[in-house]
């Protein structure tokens, strides 16, 4: 399984980029699909993931309300959607894919078994 992240960039704080991440398989069902970002010094951080089946959406407290995650199980494709963009969201963003996830391992890094290359994000104050 491969994944591609892409579409991240500098915005001013206040602004609104979406990154996408294109999977090289279809057959996903039973996956979830989630970002992490990690910004310079800090440990990876979990920040929203999907069931690619469908089923709820999960979030950080700290983009709740701000970032929303979709799917597109035809093109392969999730979708973080970032609104009201603050400086301290400012990291590379990593999509990542794994199909050992439970409510109580959403947000750990290591239930995840593949890994997108990460997408700079650079908020400006």
């Known amino acids: 399984v491969q994944l591609q992240a892409f579409g991240g960039g500098l915005v001013q704080a206040g602004g609104s980029l979406s990154l996408s991440c294109v999977a090289s398989?279809?057959?996903?069902?039973?996956?979830?699909m989630g970002w992490f970002r990690q910004a310079p010094g800090k440990e990876r951080e979990f920040v929203s993931t999907?069931?690619?089946?469908?089923?709820?959406?999960y979030y950080a407290d700290s983009v709740k309300g701000r970032f929303t995650m979709s799917r597109d199980n035809a093109k392969n494709t999730v979708v973080l959607r970032m609104n009201s963009l603050k400086p301290e969201d400012t990291a590379v963003y990593y999509c990542?894919?794994?199909?050992?996830?439970?409510?109580?391992?959403?947000?750990?890094?290591?239930?995840?078994?593949?890994w997108g290359q990460g997408t700079q994000v650079t908020v400006s104050s």
């Open positions: 398989r279809s057959s996903f069902n039973s996956f979830y």
């Open positions: 990542a894919a794994g199909q050992r996830i439970i409510l109580a391992n959403k947000a750990h890094p290591r239930a995840y078994d593949y």
């Open positions: 999907i069931k690619w089946s469908g089923g709820n959406t």
